[in-house]
């Protein structure tokens, strides 16, 4: 049943198209590596400033700027992977790999929604709230985030060469 919706979904038309496109396939592949930098470029030093990192620069300054950019960033590798996957939905789909990089990216993005939701990111997001730096839970939040997000970037990249 999946791998006939599989097959089907590759053989759209508009997905053949992409397919067998000189210059678009690669404009979505340079988009999905634009969404990754932005993910990544930002959730990196935010991950790194909740396990200490400069930590004379406010966290409330940071993730201000960050936080959008690595949202943007999601939404643009997102889209932009879906395209790509649906190129080769059944290879893909059939590839241990990908489903791993699948569930490293849904628990990155749970981990961020449970920051996201907890009181000590909220007070941690005070100016004016004297602190001696980000708590245990968020020093662990941010180095799990960092882990998944890695990780799940080594298996995108592994993909391109075993899938």
Same mark, same amino acid.
């Given at each position: ?40 470029? #930002?959730?990196?030093?935010?991950? =790194?400033? &909740? ?5 004379? !620069?406010?966290? $409330? *300054? %940071?993730? /201000? ?28 789909? #059939?590839?241990?790999?990908?489903? =791993?990089? &699948? ?5 990155? !993005?749970?981990? $961020? *929604? %449970?920051? /996201? ?28 985030? #960092? ?17």
């Amino acid at each position: 049943m999946l791998f006939d919706v599989l097959t089907a979904l590759q053989n759209l038309g508009p997905v053949a198209a992409l397919r067998a496109s000189r210059w678009v396939y690669p404009l979505v592949n340079a988009g999905h590596i634009a969404g990754l930098a932005l993910l990544v470029g #930002a959730i990196l030093p935010l991950d =790194l400033r &909740l396990l200490g990192v400069w930590r004379s !620069v406010p966290l $409330a *300054l %940071l993730a /201000r700027v960050l936080v959008p950019t690595a949202m943007a960033g999601l939404a643009l590798a997102a889209i932009s992977g879906l395209l790509l996957f649906s190129v080769s939905a059944g290879k893909y789909a #059939a590839t241990p790999l990908f489903w =791993l990089k &699948l569930g490293l990216i849904a628990a990155a !993005v749970a981990n $961020a *929604l %449970l920051l /996201r939701r907890s009181a000590e990111w909220t007070l941690a997001l005070v100016p004016d709230l004297p602190q001696d730096g980000p708590g245990a839970r968020l020093r662990a939040a941010g180095a799990l985030s #960092a882990v998944l997000w890695l990780a799940a970037l080594v298996c995108g990249r592994l993909l391109a060469y075993l899938a």
